[in-house]
């Protein structure tokens, strides 16, 4: 049997005119971090999502947005209900989780809990633009989607407790009697996200174009913060 030339290249396992070996489409190469990639997909779903409502934005569009083929997208989220759930897994439960352990009986002066509540409330709104319009467009909206799923995969998590430790704070004189427990949450969502979506609007407006987060949370804080005081 002839004998392989010295100087002949070693047999590949794959010649060149093969096909490369196959892969799953819309797999991310190994230049690209795949948590980096999942995160920005989950980041620019959260920004159409607030634009335009879930039901108006598609995977297809979620793609395009982010610069990406609709196989990559589908290579992380095969559909828009397993997208809506990671995002209310990863973004918005450990929030809701957050504000319900903020309220505890054991804790400190309750002002002082409220109005720290008020402040996480709006560093969270400002540090992701996309918040403000998707709390009014999704969750506060009778009929959005991402409320919808929120209470069919949790249900009103801490709502109940939350509602009886305001109630037990007035009962042992440390809160204003007269405000209702059950739409305080409502009252600064009031206060912090609707003057943050309004900012915009205000441009053109000579009393408060000037006027801007840093404003609205000192406003926001200063109205709670005395509005819930018990009274002498």
């Known amino acids: 049997m002839a004998s392989r030339s010295k100087n002949a290249p070693a047999q590949r396992t794959s010649q060149a005119g093969d096909p490369p070996a196959s892969r799953r489409p819309g797999r991310p190469s190994g230049s690209v971090n795949g948590l980096e990639q999942r995160n920005r997909l989950l980041d620019t779903a959260l920004v159409l999502f607030a634009r335009q409502g879930i039901v108006d934005t598609s995977l297809s569009a979620i793609a395009r947005e982010a610069g990406v083929t609709a196989a990559m997208l589908h290579y992380y989220f095969k559909t828009r209900d397993q997208l809506l759930d990671v995002l209310i897994e990863e973004r918005i439960q450990p929030r809701r989780i957050a504000i319900g352990k903020t309220f505890d009986i054991n804790t400190g002066d309750p002002v002082t809990v409220i109005t720290q509540l008020t402040e996480r409330l709006m560093k969270t709104a400002t540090e992701h633009p996309w918040f403000p319009a ?16 929120i209470q069919q995969r949790y249900g009103t998590l801490y709502q109940q407790s939350i509602v009886d430790c305001i109630a037990h704070w007035q009962a042992e004189g440390k809160l ?4 209702e427990p059950s739409l305080l949450f409502m009252s600064i969502l009031g206060l912090t996200i609707m003057p943050l ?16 987060p840093a404003d609205i949370a000192r406003h926001a804080v200063a109205i709670i913060s005395h509005g819930v005081s018990p009274k002498s």
């Open 134 to 149: 998707l709390w009014m467009r999704e969750v506060l909206s009778d009929n959005g989607i991402l409320r919808q799923r």
């Open 176 to 179: 204003n009697r007269d405000f």
């Open 197 to 212: 979506i309004a900012i915009k609007a205000w441009q053109s407006d000579p009393l408060r174009s000037k006027l801007g």
